[in-house]
């Protein structure tokens, strides 16, 4: 008698471990591609190299504010090309395992990210605006790595890990202004690069 309500406890317990596995599931989004973060950190790393090329050519005293308007697009275009290719290789990925691509999960990892990353948006334009050049790299890296962690409670648990990365390396580019473009590469790209690569053979292949 006690062996059978002890079977029976294991099993009730086995059907709310398996209901509460699938309740996390569906309110997380868990179709997010490794390989897009690899493509974005290339985007970043190639923005990068054009920025710096920019940057290396102004010679002449006022080149500096065509610069920045040349940078913002370069920026504006590697976010344009990460997050349609996010969105595209995420929704291949969701396809290919029968899961739903716009969901509870996504929806709540959109909105979660979105305020950090509007936020940031905003006061970086506002740096610009005031001239204040210097620290524009680290304010989009610590907005961002405050989005990723966010984020990250509606997606993988390893998003967290990078997002407080990016923000304890902005911290380090506002100490050190004038190198903003290389911890932009790294935050952006370098860093991307390696958490896609490691999120892709653990998640993708």
Partial sequence: MNKVLLMK???????????RDLMERSAKFISLSGLSG??????ALIGAGIGYNMLHNS?????NVVSITQLLIVALAVLILSIGTAIW?????AKKNGQQFWGTGSKRLLVNMAIPLVSGGLFTFIL??????SIVAATTLIFYGMALVSGSHYTYSAVKSLGIIQILLGLLAAFVPGYGLIFWAIGFGLLHIIYGTIMYFKYDS
């Avoid at 406890?9 to 209901?19: L, R």
């Avoid at 690899?38 to 985007?43: D, F, K, N, T």
């Avoid at 610009?128 to 050049?133: C, S, V």
Wanted: aromatic share 16%; proline share 0%; hydrophobic share 35%.
């Fill in 9 to 19: 406890e294991k099993d009730i317990h086995a059907e709310i471990s398996s209901i």
């Fill in 38 to 43: 690899v493509l974005a950190g290339i985007y």
């Fill in 59 to 63: 010679s002449y005293e006022g080149k």
């Fill in 89 to 93: 290789l995420s929704f291949k990925k």
């Fill in 128 to 133: 610009i605006y005031h001239g204040h050049y």
